[in-house]
């Protein structure tokens, strides 16, 4: 029996701790500063009423002024620029017989992240804030075979004339000091709504297969040890980014040796 109670006493510790964490859960989601988020002045409710969108203090021009907004409408712009890089890939199959993107990833940063970004870089945590100062809330990640597919599916983009191009970063004619290399580009994609249309950032990153396995376990390390990796683990990162770009180097040497081989074939 001694121990039967002291196992009800710990459930009952244990259904405790949980009530107050969810109670105070609920607090700070229904309290003026969710997640980091500053709700204006005007938009707050004498009552504390919970909301799970973020009103911004004033307009921004593109008329964006809700959370649910912008995820709807960044939503909506990945969803052009995955599209279009899937009909860039089947023309490209249909005109040269080859396929320049492995595969696609697409997200929307998460709000803790914009948060950071913007703490970071000065700015008070707003809507409006987020829209004209974070330029990654929609971002996108093109992985291609070659380094060559690479500035060509760019300059695809590029010429699309409804896409405006900000910025671009290249990091792998000049990569940054850890080893770390992509095509970045910032752009703008209309999306459409029913009584305007909104000028939508969109980063696209551009690597090769390699470049993304470098980047990924780099990104985990960064992760784990919370931006504070050891000197011989930071080297030893570099000098396998090296390994990375001779690899690359050398199978788009070697691709380029098939084609040859191919073309040769098809004329006897």
Not at 120 to 147: L, P, Q, W
Not at 201 to 229: C, N, P
Request: proline share 3%.
């Amino acid at each position: 029996m001694g121990e039967k109670d002291s196992l009800q006493k710990k459930s009952l510790k244990f259904q405790d701790s949980y009530t107050f964490l969810h109670i105070f859960m609920i607090y700070l989601l229904c309290s003026e500063d969710w997640g980091g988020f500053v709700l204006p002045y005007g938009s707050r409710n004498p009552k504390k009423e919970c909301r799970w969108d973020m009103d911004i203090r004033e307009d921004n021009g593109e008329g964006i002024d809700s959370w649910k907004e912008v995820t709807l409408i960044y939503n909506a712009a990945l969803k052009q620029i995955e599209t279009r890089m899937e009909i860039l890939n089947e023309e490209f199959q249909h005109v040269h017989q080859y396929n320049p993107i492995e595969h696609i990833k697409a997200r929307i940063k998460t709000p803790e992240s914009i948060v950071k970004k913007l703490k970071r870089n000065g700015y008070e945590s707003t809507i409006d804030n987020m829209v004209k100062h974070v330029n990654d809330i929609a971002g996108i990640r093109v992985i291609c075979s070659f380094t060559s597919d690479i500035y060509r599916i760019a300059d695809m983009i590029s010429e699309q004339r409804d896409l405006q191009v900000l910025t671009v970063k290249d990091y792998i004619t000049f990569p940054k000091t850890s080893g770390y290399k992509s095509y970045h580009m910032i752009i703008t994609v209309p999306v459409y709504l029913s009584d305007r249309t909104v000028d939508a950032k969109v980063e696209i990153q551009i690597r090769t297969v390699a470049m993304d396995f470098w980047a990924s376990l780099e990104h985990k390390i960064h992760y784990k040890l919370e931006g504070d990796a050891p000197e011989h683990i930071r080297s030893e990162l570099v000098e396998c980014a090296k390994m990375v770009t001779d690899l690359d180097a050398r199978m788009l040497k070697l691709n380029e040796e098939l084609l040859i081989l191919s073309r040769e074939r098809e004329k006897e």
